[in-house]
């Protein structure tokens, strides 16, 4: 590629996240967020646990689903001056985010339990407005969230960069090399 090519597709690239972005970083719903605010006492508390597991399965979604290794670390990257921004307005936000994507990322990591990675992450958004032990009605209504949550930003995600489409007759594994 020369260099006329390579700047039209990092602007492309760029265009595409930054439409995937602006789905990543809308406000919280109000059914949620009310539901949540009952459950925490706050409703400054259940938004930012809100925005940051948005945030979080995002990123995960990027990381595990797009086409291209490249995308979570481009969406990644576009993410840091929103945080950055958000930092410069209040001194907690950026730490708290980084404790809280830690969170979400161990809760993902953890093997051999019969818990389903929803509810992994449903939990620690949960502890993120500090209920520690959920009651199953909770803990099934937060991972309904990260279910929508997550198909929403992968739909969102495939409008932005593409659907993968293997022919019929082709494994994947044949794909490479």
């Not at 930054?18 to 259940?46: C, F, I, K, N």
């Not at 481009?74 to 929103?82: E, G, T, Y």
């Not at 051999?112 to 209920?131: D, N, W, Y």
Request: charged share 25%; glycine share 6%; with cysteine.
């Amino acid at each position: 590629m020369g260099f006329w090519a390579d700047w039209q597709a990092s602007r492309v690239r760029r265009q595409r996240v930054e439409g995937y972005l602006s789905h990543l970083l809308r406000e919280p719903d109000m059914a949620p967020l009310q539901w949540l605010t009952l459950r925490a006492g706050s409703a400054d508390v259940a938004r930012r646990e809100l925005v940051f597991a948005r945030r979080a399965i995002g990123l995960i979604v990027a990381e595990r689903d797009a086409l291209d290794d490249r995308t979570a670390a481009d969406v990644a990257h576009k993410l840091a001056p929103v945080v950055a921004a958000e930092a410069r307005c209040d001194a907690a936000a950026g730490p708290l985010w980084a404790e809280r994507w830690r969170a979400y990322t161990a809760a993902l990591a953890v093997r051999g339990k019969s818990e389903s990675p929803a509810a992994r992450l449903a939990r620690v958004l949960l502890s993120g407005v500090g209920i520690t032990e959920p009651t199953a009605d909770e803990l099934e209504l937060t991972t309904a969230y990260v279910h929508d949550t997550r198909a929403n930003l992968n739909e969102r995600l495939r409008l932005a960069f593409g659907a993968a489409s293997l022919p019929d007759d082709v494994r994947p594994s044949a794909l490479r090399g």
